[in-house]
């Protein structure tokens, strides 16, 4: 008998511990969701996160998540109107110097409105509360160093990309890989202007320690445009009458930037170094039986050209187009098609190329 109550007490010890606990922990949690006075970082955020620290944001809603997210959407917002003032104020800037500058210093087509700017990495939620109503407030935050720290790095790992692309382009001038190289380039300078502007505002000064080697965006683009400038391209149709396709031809890559020439040009004119591809064409313009309307002419026109490397022989671009006319008479239908293939090459052509 002593035995058996020495056991029944045991229990009872054991069930009024596991009891405690579980009237603690519902006490706890009702305290964190109901609870209280509202924590000061709800209305006066830099207050206990300041800003030389930290970039901050307060959001509420039904829930969490809501809250969360509301958060996340002030925080973000935010950085993006300091991100435009200070893309306004550096174009105002440069605009001021650009008459004594050949490309200027800037952020140029960066970020222009708040919606531009849908991620930044590194913010975090800091801290949530929930009033007596169930309304929940969130705190999202932007640690200044570390967050700093990783777009710093993100800059200079895409600076060392850049500089590649550009000791690469001048290793192989007036060629198109060295033109793609300059064009990655540009793309890859204009994404890191965006890590740029964020930069500037979430540690600025982090963004003023920075002297990036390539300079900006408009710096590259100088380089591709003058690389276009240097890289000469001769045009050589067969079939061409009164030099219409080639006139055509010469038109569309001599406004794209290219240096050209008529491939008629004598051969010192045309030597490999200084037009280095020569685009080969030809066209036929042939009458055939429509199926409809017997009154009308009809003719197929087709053109194909290849864009060749002279120093390789390697064909670099080809390209071709076809189709058909018509007209009452033979002479009227060759002209509509070789009006359609100028304007084909005038549309199409340089977009293919």
């Known amino acids: 008998m002593h035995k058996i109550i020495k056991n029944l007490c045991i229990m009872l010890c054991l069930l009024l511990i596991v009891l405690s606990g579980c009237a603690t922990a519902a006490k706890t949690d ?8 509202a924590p000061l970082w709800i209305s006066e955020p830099s207050s206990v996160y ?7 944001g307060v959001g509420y809603g039904p829930s969490r998540r809501d809250a969360e997210d509301a958060a996340v959407a002030v925080l973000i917002k935010a950085v993006s109107q300091k991100v435009e003032a200070q893309s306004s104020s550096v174009q105002l800037m440069d605009a001021e110097v650009s008459s004594a500058q050949n490309v200027r210093r800037g952020f140029s087509s960066v970020i222009r409105t708040s919606s531009t700017v849908d991620e930044i990495s590194g913010l975090a939620i800091k801290e949530t509360w929930a009033d007596k109503n169930g309304t929940v407030y969130a705190l999202a ?3 200044r160093e570390d967050v700093g720290s990783h777009y710093e790095a993100k800059i200079k790992a895409a600076e060392d990309g850049i500089n590649g692309f550009i000791l690469f382009a001048a290793d192989n001038p007036a060629s198109f890989e060295a033109l793609s190289a300059l064009k990655k380039a540009a793309a890859s300078a204009s994404e890191n202007e965006k890590n740029l502007s964020l930069l500037s505002v979430i540690h600025p000064g982090k963004y003023k320690n920075l002297s990036l080697a390539y300079k900006n965006t408009q710096t590259v683009e100088a380089l591709l445009y003058r690389e276009i400038e240097k890289t000469g391209i001769a045009v050589e149709v067969e079939n061409d009458k009164n030099k219409r396709i080639e006139t055509a031809f010469l038109k569309a890559l001599k406004d794209a930037g290219f240096k050209t020439a008529s491939g008629t040009s004598s051969a010192a004119d045309l030597s490999s170094d200084v037009f280095p591809y020569i685009l080969k064409a030809s066209i036929t313009v042939e009458p055939f039986k ?5 009154d009308n002419i009809y003719v197929r026109y087709t053109v194909h050209a290849d864009l060749t490397d002279r120093r390789t022989g390697k064909i670099v671009l080809p390209w071709s187009i076809s189709g058909r006319e018509a007209h009452i008479t033979q002479s009227e239908a060759e002209n509509r098609a070789l009006r359609t293939v100028e304007n084909e090459i005038k549309e199409k052509f340089l977009a293919h190329f």
């Open 50 to 56: 300041p800003e030389a620290l930290y970039l901050s």
């Open 290 to 294: 429509g199926k409809t309307a017997a």
């Open 30 to 37: 009702k305290a964190h969701t109901a609870g209280g006075k």
């Open 141 to 143: 935050v932007i640690n």
